[in-house]
C-alpha cells in the first residue's frame, strides 16, 4: 500500500512549516515571523506508532491575489490538495476566522476529502475556547494545537491515522532507498526548470526573478523501476552578498542538501559561462565526496557553428581541471532538449559509485603502474608502493601502502589517480587516494 499523502494547507504565518518541522523531527522546511517564506511544496515522510505518513506543506493561501507569487503559491496549494489523500486545514487560534479562512475552508469543502481543521497556536488550556469561532467554517473534527510546543501533535496524528482508517495491515517500516540528485548552482540557472522537465509537472515554482525558490524542495520520481528523488534548491552565491536572513537560511539548506544527496547536478548559464562561483560549488561537491554532474543549460539559446559545444567543454576543462573526471551535458529545461541525458547519466555515475573493485585487480593495476611510473626518490630515500585495497565506497577511498607516505609527491599521487580512474571507469565518481605506513 502507498504511504497516505496529508496536505497541510492554511493562510499565511498560521504555522504549517512549525507543524510540518515537528513531525519531520528536523527544520527541514524555513520559518520564520515574515509571511509567505514557503512558496514550493514540501514533502517529508515520518513514521508514527508504526504507520508511514508522508506529508506536504504548502505556501499560505491568499485567495484572488494575483501578484505573480501569491499565484503561483496558490496553484501549489491546489496541487497539493488535489493529489493528497487527506486535508490539515490549519488556521490560527489568536485570530477569528479571516475571509481568507473561509474561501479555503469552501475549497476543501469542495473537493470531499478527509478534514482535519488545527486550530494552532492554542498554547496552553485557557486557550482551547478559541476553538469555538471556528465551528462556522462547517467542519466536523476540530481540533487544538500549539504546532511550536508540540501542545496535542501526538492527539493530531492519532487522529489522522484513524480517519485515514489504517489499521495492523498498514504498518510499515520508513525505507528510503532512493537515489538522492541536488540539483545546485547560481540563482536563476534554471535548476527549478530543469526539475519540473523531469518530472513532467510543475513542481517547483519558475520565475524570471532571481531566489524564487527558498528551500530544497524534495520530489518523488520514478524512472526505469527506480526510485529517485530530485532535490531543487535555493541559488548559491557567496556569503559576503547574503543580507537577508531568509536567503542565509536557504543556502544552509542547499548545502545540506548536498551533504546528504548521492550525486549533484551542477547547472551553469550557457550564456553567463563559467564562473568562479560556479568554480567554488564544484569544489564544495567534491570536498564533499559527492558524484557530481556538470549541467549547461540553456544551451538553445546559443548560436552554434560546427565545434561550439565541444569548444565550450574543452575551455570549461581547461580552466578547471578538476572536471576531467566528471561528465558534462548540454541541455536546455525549457525546449527538453538533451534532458533524458541527465537521469541516465546520473544512474551511470551512481552504479559506478556502489562498486568495491576487488583488491586482487586493485594490486594488478599497482603492479602494472609502478612498472611504468616508479616513484620518484625523494630526499634520498626510494619510496615503493606495495599494497592497495579500497576501503570505502561513496567516496571511494583506496589506501596505498608504502615504506614513505610522507614523501609521495603531488603530482605522483595526481598521476596514479587519474591512471586509477582510467583503468577502472571512475567518470563522475568521487576518489580519495590515502597512503599508509605499510
Partial sequence: MKTPLIAIVGRPNVGKSTFFNRVMSERQAIVDAQEGIT????????????????????????????????AAVREQAEMALAEADMVLFMVDG??????????????????????????????????????????????????TLSALSGRFSGDLLDEIISLLGLSEENRSEVEDESIRLAIVGMPNVGKSSLTNALLKREQSIVTP??????????????????????????????LSKITDKIE?????????????????????????????????????????????????????????????MKDFEDEIRYQFRSLSHYPILFISADTHQRIHKVLETADEVYQRSRVIHSTRKLNEFLTQFTRRSPAPAEKGKLIKLKYVSQVHRAPAVFAFYTNYPKFIPTHYKRHLENSLRDSFDMVGVPLRISFRKS
Fill in 209 to 238: 526573478i532571481a531566489g524564487t525558490t527558498r528551500d530544497a524542495i524534495d520530489s518523488h520520481l520514478k524512472w526505469h523501476g527506480k526510485d529517485l528523488i530530485l532535490v531543487d534548491t535555493a541559488g548559491l552565491r557567496k
Fill in 94 to 143: 489568536r485570530e477569528s476566522p479571516t475571509a481568507s479562512d473561509r474561501t479555503l475552508a469552501q475549497f476543501i469543502r469542495e473537493m470531499g476529502k478527509p478534514c482535519i481543521l488545527a486550530v494552532n497556536k492554542c498554547d496552553s488550556l485557557k486557550d482551547d475556547h478559541q476553538m469555538n469561532a471556528f465551528f462556522e467554517l462547517g467542519f466536523e473534527k476540530l481540533m
Fill in 39 to 70: 512558496r514550493d511544496r514540501i514533502y517529508g515522510t515520518m513514521d508514527w506508532t508504526g504507520f508511514a505518513l508522508r506529508f506536504v506543506d504548502t505556501g499560505g493561501y491568499i485567495p484572488e491575489d494575483f501578484d505573480v507569487f501569491n
Fill in 248 to 308: 542565509y537560511y536557504s543556502l544552509v539548506r542547499a548545502h545540506k542538501a548536498i551533504d546528504q544527496c548521492d550525486i549533484a547536478l551542477v547547472l551553469i548559464d550557457a550564456e553567463k559561462g563559467f564562473g568562479k562561483q560556479d568554480k567554488a560549488i564544484v569544489d564544495h561537491v567534491i570536498d564533499k565526496g559527492k558524484g557530481l554532474i556538470f549541467i549547461v543549460n540553456k544551451w538553445d539559446l546559443i548560436e552554434k557553428e560546427t565545434n561550439t
